[in-house]
């Protein structure tokens, strides 16, 4: 008996000092992942998760300034299972919910505002903790661009009419100067799946990217405003969008989307034009934030992206138009609760509401001096501070009376219900 309870203690023991090898062993593992995570830069946190494979994370993590990563990672984890209990108890109301709504959509009339006017679906997919290439301005290799006529009286657009025939090109004029401006602001590249292409489109949408690097140059700093390599995949219509759209396991609510891990823009050809370079200027406004000053809070990008969409040409002179009949629907609202949001909130439930409040925010900040100014100087933090997350009190410091004033501003803007037109 008595040898029985000397082995049974033995057993013990070991299992006893085997546990804690492997909780020192665990320990001392966590613990070195900690030194790692804080001995690195913002860049180099971004660049250890995407060579592990997990670009997800760089988009939910706090990587500047160091935050302890398993905190993090238990406290995401804790999300998902809250989420995914979320969804289970709605799991029946959303059945129901959505059997009513498809009832209801085959009943909508034919003249009746849909899509794009309707809901505005058009996305930045979650942004990569890290800006697209760019290039300095000054340093832009700037293109030769010549004009001149054939022997027949065809005119030709080229780089080197050198090529040609001098003879019969009696008159060639240099184009150069005047396509600088496009030139640096955005080199621009389309592609077309599956189809021709279109001159018309193409030439339009080069004027649209001129156009909202212009107005966002008004407020990026001079130090930071980059030449953007744009790219446009651009779809033959809406089907053959939703097809590649679907193929790629994307959101069936994208009606158009950009992501800043290809550094590309999907759009597909609407049967309207006005419609197709809206939607346009919403994406080329994401793609040249990314470019230009990173990550910034998905409030502030998808309202610069709508604010741009709103833009009309008058003559050479770019306006944007407030959404005066709509505003109404925001009495009340609270900057802080928008600002606050993170990218699955803001397209929640209330995603409607978010994108048109955050259109508005926007159209208010750039309505008065001091919201121009704290836009500025947003964007001078954003640039040098990349991939940095900032408390809606930090982010509104710069603004006088903070964010509680900024939202009472912006209900008394809303109140008094008189919207001028910007122009640029």
Known sequence: ???????????????????????????????????????????????????????????ELQLDPYYPLLSQLYQLRLEDHHRATEDIQQESVSETSDSTINKEATQTPEGQASGWQAKGK????????????????????????????????????????????????KEIE??????????????????????????LIESELKKQGKMVHKVLSHYVPKSHLRQINLKIILF???????????????????GAYYSSASNSIYLPRYPNIEQTMA?????????????????VPVWLNEGLAEYMESFSWRLNI????????????????????????????????????????????????????????????????????PCRKASVDQLFASYPGGITNASHNFNAWLRKGKYASHRY
Not at 140 to 150: E, G, H, R
Not at 174 to 196: C, G, M, R, T
Not at 236 to 254: L, T
Not at 282 to 295: K, N
């Open 318 to 385: 770019s306006v944007a138009q407030p959404r005066v009949s709509e505003y109404g629907r925001l009495k009340g609202a609270s900057m802080a609760a928008l600002a606050t949001a993170n990218y699955s909130e803001f397209h929640g439930d209330n995603e409607d509401t978010n994108y048109l409040q955050a259109a508005a925010s926007v159209y208010f900040l750039l309505d008065h001096q001091s919201g121009r100014q704290w836009l500025k100087r947003s964007f001078v933090f954003y640039a040098e501070n």
């Open 122 to 169: 058009h996305y930045a997919a979650k942004m990569l903790c890290h800006k697209p290439k760019t290039q300095n301005l000054n340093n832009v290799n700037k293109q030769k661009i010549y004009k001149w006529l054939d022997e027949h009286g065809r005119t030709h657009f080229g780089e080197k009419p050198a090529q040609a025939n001098q003879a019969s090109n």
């Open 174 to 199: 240099d184009l150069s100067k005047q396509y600088e401006a496009l030139q640096q602001a955005v080199k621009l590249s389309i592609e077309y799946p599956n189809w021709a292409g279109d001159s």
């Open 1 to 59: 008996m008595r040898l029985k309870l000397r082995i049974k203690d033995k057993w013990i023991e070991i299992i006893m000092k085997s546990l804690s090898r492997i909780l020192f062993m665990l320990l001392a593992f966590f613990l070195s992942i900690e030194v790692v995570w804080f001995s690195c830069e913002s860049f180099q946190r971004q660049q250890l998760l995407e060579a592990l494979g997990r670009d997800d994370l760089a988009r």
């Open 236 to 254: 033959k219509n809406v089907a053959e969008f939703e097809s590649h759209r679907d193929d790629q396991k994307a959101n069936v609510q994208w």
């Open 279 to 295: 939607i346009a200027r919403h994406e080329m406004t994401h793609a040249m934030i990314a470019g230009m000053l990173g990550p």
